[in-house]
């Protein structure tokens, strides 16, 4: 098992420019959600899904969107790039109650908007 | 939505002395959840608790959640250069979505 692998590791955009974030999970989760970490920050959710079809915006989805036309894979979307959204992404995944095992984390995709 | 506050934002510790973070929220909660993050790397899971009062154990680690289920603590004994990083508290809103504390920052002096 991967678990929650996402692409790239890395990114640098210039303003204006758009790009999507991919995430992908081998567990068969119904739960995949999209966090942002700014740095000595916490994370804050940006969109989560219930399972392939749903969606739903979190704290902070301006200026990003969604789509999860499968139970593997939740990519997020960046229209129009600002500064603002230079950060760190991670997707994570879990199961619909998950005492146990909590949320799965990808290693995360470092954004740098310029 | 809820909040949780967690507190140290950040503690520099003598390896071996002992370590403990806080969370406090003014809701009770259903469960709480910790999380550990090392330095350029993604939280990975610990532990969930969801008892009043409930304590468990790993190894060096204790987790307890109040008896009102309105805080939690982590507790490391005896802390270790591997110890480092940030611990993040995390509770559940409807819908399986977690909030997560700013987390407390943890550096050991070896």
């Known amino acids: 098992n991967a678990g929650v692998t996402q692409t790239p590791k890395f990114r640098i955009l210039k303003i204006g420019q758009s790009m999507t974030l991919q995430c992908t999970q081998d567990?068969?989760?119904?739960?995949m959600y999209w966090y942002r970490q700014d740095p000595g920050m916490g994370l804050k959710l940006i969109y989560y899904?219930?399972?392939?079809?749903?969606?739903d915006k979190g704290e902070v989805p301006n200026g990003y969107n969604v789509s999860r036309s499968t139970t593997e894979d939740f990519p997020l979307r960046l229209e129009l790039a600002a500064p603002s959204q230079t950060s760190v992404y991670f997707c994570?995944?879990?199961?619909?109650?998950?005492?146990?095992?909590?949320?799965?984390f990808g290693s995360g995709t470092r954004l740098t908007v310029v | 939505g809820q909040q949780v506050m967690q507190i140290p934002q950040y503690q520099h510790v003598q390896e071996g002395e002992d370590f403990t973070t806080y969370c406090n929220s003014s809701?009770?909660?259903?469960?709480i959840q910790w999380y550990k993050q090392r330095p350029g790397g993604h939280p990975v899971f610990l532990i969930q608790?969801?008892?009043?009062?409930e304590v468990k154990k790993q190894k060096r680690l204790t987790f307890q959640f109040g008896e009102a289920k309105k805080n939690s603590s982590l507790h490391i004994t005896a802390t270790q250069t591997t110890d480092v990083g940030t611990y993040f508290c995390?509770?559940?809103?409807?819908?399986?979505?977690?909030?997560f504390g700013a987390g407390t920052i943890l550096r050991v002096k070896s």
């Open positions: 567990m068969n989760h119904n739960y």
């Open positions: 608790l969801v008892k009043s009062g």
């Open positions: 994570a995944s879990s199961y619909d109650r998950s005492p146990n095992y909590g949320y799965t």
């Open positions: 809701t009770t909660l259903s469960n």
């Open positions: 995390a509770l559940e809103e409807y819908g399986n979505k977690l909030v």
């Open positions: 899904s219930v399972g392939a079809g749903i969606t």
